[in-house]
């Protein structure tokens, strides 16, 4: 045998050697599905029940965190899979006690403590796992090439990469697609955030109490794992065609990331639409968003003109009024000095709007009018129409005990779907008895 072909062979029993041997196979098949159908709402609320058993957070978090838990067993009808950013200001705060707990409820698990690029393209286009990645602030730092690959996974249809493979150099195409969830301490990078359902956790205070997760039963997340498999094997059409109302209040790429987390919540029913509203709403509104440099320079401006109550202004003017806070940057923006008329010129000029020559009297001044930031305004900083219609408000939360007693009108009207109303079957919109958990629900619906 020629020794080239003697190399291949080899080359290919390894690659068969590993994916036979990889955890993330094996694991995959323990997961027996649960062997009765199972209640959406009360598998979500155990969940969240079980995340405050290990982990000190808001209960928004645990909200978040259950719903892109169940998202990881839809990744087979979803279109966007948002990341899981697991964050927080100081080590200590649990992130990795997350992480390893949503590895004990996911499909696949596949944890590191560090990537690379190619081994990142290479493993999920193997063996389709759940991504688990811990201390991303060290491994992402100045490593482009990874975020970007993190980033292209972020929708169905651009979770591709193409790389060159073999002695020979044959363009090959890799599948991105798979659920992941990153670990750190701080910000990561802002296109990964605004990819992401941020699980923000806080440092346990000495009176706070929570079990050990390395001495938890395995039999109770091999429980709550099978029915998130019977969940997903008997409601995967719901979710698929399900089309939540999604809040106004978050941004376009929020809402996209929001979108599966929202659908599995109509699809599971009773009160879990409107607590994974409002979990959404706390977590990715406006209010939380990170502002860039521009939007930032947009928003002080315009409080510039609303102050002084004028319609147009100098630009020597405007740089006077914006360094005159020195808790906003404008100040030292320059290098340690204030701002130039040349850096406004260059923000602004992405938004299209530039300086020009105004009168008053018989003297000319370069400056802006109030007019030409409207636009700009209106589609750029978070929370203002773009229209004279005020947007709606978020839902507000249903009683339970009015849904529990039949009346489910509330939220049949957050289903919107193209199907044929056989599809409405899957929905839990029938009146039924209040389960054992109506309390943990009602006081997540409360608190959140």
């Not at 596949?110 to 991504?131: G, M, N």
């Not at 482009?144 to 249809?157: A, P, Q, S, W, Y």
């Not at 929905?427 to 619906?445: H, N």
Request: net charge negative; hydrophobic share 40%.
């Amino acid at each position: 045998m020629r020794q080239a072909i003697l190399d291949e062979e080899v080359k290919k029993e390894r690659k068969q050697q590993a994916a036979k041997s990889c955890d993330v196979t094996s694991a995959s098949a323990e997961v027996e599905l649960w062997n009765t159908p199972v209640d959406g709402a009360d598998l979500l609320t155990a969940i969240v029940a079980t995340i405050n058993r290990f982990i000190i957070c808001e209960k928004h978090t645990a909200i978040a965190a259950a719903l892109w838990i169940a998202m990881c067993w839809f990744m087979d009808v979803v279109q966007v899979a948002p990341l899981a950013v697991i964050t927080a200001p100081e080590k200590e705060c649990g992130k990795s006690l997350l992480l390893t707990l949503i590895g004990r409820l996911v499909p696949k698990p596949l944890q590191s403590s560090s990537v690379s690029p190619a081994s990142l393209y290479r493993s999920i286009d193997l063996w389709k796992p759940t991504l688990l990645i811990d201390e991303t602030d060290a491994c992402l730092k100045d490593n482009e090439e990874l975020r970007g690959l993190i980033n292209c996974g972020h929708t169905r249809d651009s979770a591709y990469t193409i790389r060159c493979v073999g002695e020979d150099h044959t363009p090959t195409k890799f599948n991105l697609w798979a659920a992941k969830a990153l670990s750190g301490i701080g910000h990561i990078a802002d296109t990964l955030m605004s990819r992401a359902i941020i699980l923000e956790l806080r440092r346990k205070l000495p009176t706070e109490k929570v079990e050990r997760i390395r001495h938890a039963d395995p039999a109770l997340f091999q429980e709550l794992s099978s029915k998130l498999a019977r969940f997903a094997e008997d409601n995967a059409d719901c979710v698929r065609f399900a089309r939540p109302n999604l809040p106004s209040s978050l941004g376009d790429r929020a809402q996209d990331n929001w979108e599966p987390l929202l659908s599995i919540a109509t699809v599971a029913g009773g009160n879990w639409f409107n607590i994974a509203t409002a979990a959404a709403i706390k977590i990715s509104g406006s209010g939380e968003q990170s502002l860039t440099i521009g939007v930032e320079l947009l928003l002080d401006i315009q409080e510039v003109f609303r102050n002084l109550k004028i319609n147009r202004i100098s630009t020597t003017d405007l740089i006077k009024h914006l360094i005159a806070d020195n808790e906003k940057q404008w100040a030292g923006h320059n290098k340690g000095s204030q701002i130039s008329p040349k850096q406004i010129s260059d923000i602004l000029k992405g938004y299209k709007i530039h300086s020009k020559t105004l009168r008053a009297g018989s003297e000319t001044f370069k400056g802006f009018e109030k007019v030409q930031f409207t636009e700009a305004c209106s589609r750029y900083i978070p929370g203002i129409p773009n229209s004279p219609v005020t947007a709606s408000q978020p839902p507000s939360v249903v009683d339970l005990q009015t849904i529990y007693s039949g009346n489910t009108d509330d939220l049949v009207t957050t289903i919107n779907t193209c199907e044929p109303p056989s599809i409405l079957d899957c929905y839990s919109v029938t009146a039924k008895t209040p389960p054992q958990c109506y309390r943990d629900i009602e006081e997540l619906s409360e608190d959140v």
